[in-house]
T-cell receptor
Framework: DADVTQTPRNRITKTGKRIMLECSQT?????MYWYRQDPGLGLRLIYY???????NKGEISDGYSVSRQAQAKFSLSLESAIPNQTALYFC??????????????FGPGTRLTVL | QKEVEQNSGPLSVPEGAIASLNCTYS??????FFWYRQYSGKSPELIMS????GDKEDGRFTAQLNKASQYVSLLIRDSQPSDSATYLC???????????FGTGTRLTIIP
């Protein structure tokens, strides 16, 4: 089984709908991240969490919220989806290793289309 | 200036040749640097990390770091069609809390 899983893998929704993307990991890592990827813009950080009680905004958090339900689960919500949130979304995890040695492990991605 | 910059490509290299991918970064205090490979429609995966000035070799891959010039590169020797992918350079922030990714360079190996 994959270490980092994301559900759903694909989603088409309409403007104004509430959407939740879920991420689960079996790696036992404390740190989890949500990114979005757009053509020509690379990976951009939305939110990140170092443990259940620690949530931090990334560079593009507006329009998104997150919930860290457990060490292994980190969900991303779009309260009212808009078309420019159409993108590929990745969840990632990393272990709290020595400074500069963290490796991020990515889930398979969720392709979200907002009509 | 963007924090992490890469040529977007596409970069086309004949099979068996050396592919050279470049990345510059703006934060002078950055201590570690990562190269991720992303196949089309797939998630990024780490292929190299480097922390010290100079070269680091791993199989056909060599990472080169020059902190004075704020420059990190990835060389792929004996390029194979399976190396065709987008290569992302990533640099952590000062507290090593998060990574900033470049926009990636798309590499195509021509058989």
């Amino acid at each position: 089984d994959a270490d980092v899983t994301q559900t759903p893998r694909n989603r088409i929704t309409k403007t104004g709908k509430r959407i939740m993307l879920e991420c689960s990991q079996t790696k036992g890592h404390d740190r989890m991240y949500w990114y979005r990827q757009d053509p020509g813009l690379g990976l951009r950080l939305i939110y990140y969490s170092f443990d259940v009680k620690d949530i931090n905004k990334g560079e593009i958090s507006d329009g998104y919220s997150v919930s860290r339900q457990a060490q292994a689960k980190f969900s991303l919500s779009l309260e009212s989806a808009i078309p420019n949130q159409t993108a590929l979304y990745f969840c990632a995890t990393s272990d709290q290793g020595l400074a500069g040695t963290d490796t991020q492990y990515f889930g398979p991605g969720t392709r979200l289309t907002v009509l | 200036q963007k924090e992490v910059e890469q040529n977007s490509g596409p970069l086309s290299v004949p099979e068996g040749a050396i592919a050279s991918l470049n990345c510059t970064y703006s934060d002078r205090v950055s201590q570690s640097f990562f190269w991720y490979r992303q196949y089309s429609g797939k998630s990024p995966e780490l292929i190299m990390s480097i922390y010290s000035n100079g070269d680091k070799e791993d199989g056909r891959f060599t990472a080169q770091l020059n902190k004075a010039s704020q420059y990190v590169s990835l060389l792929i020797r004996d390029s194979q069609p399976s190396d065709s992918a987008t290569y992302l350079c990533a640099v952590p922030n000062f507290g090593n809390e998060k990574l900033t990714f470049g926009t990636g360079t798309r590499l195509t190996i021509i058989p």
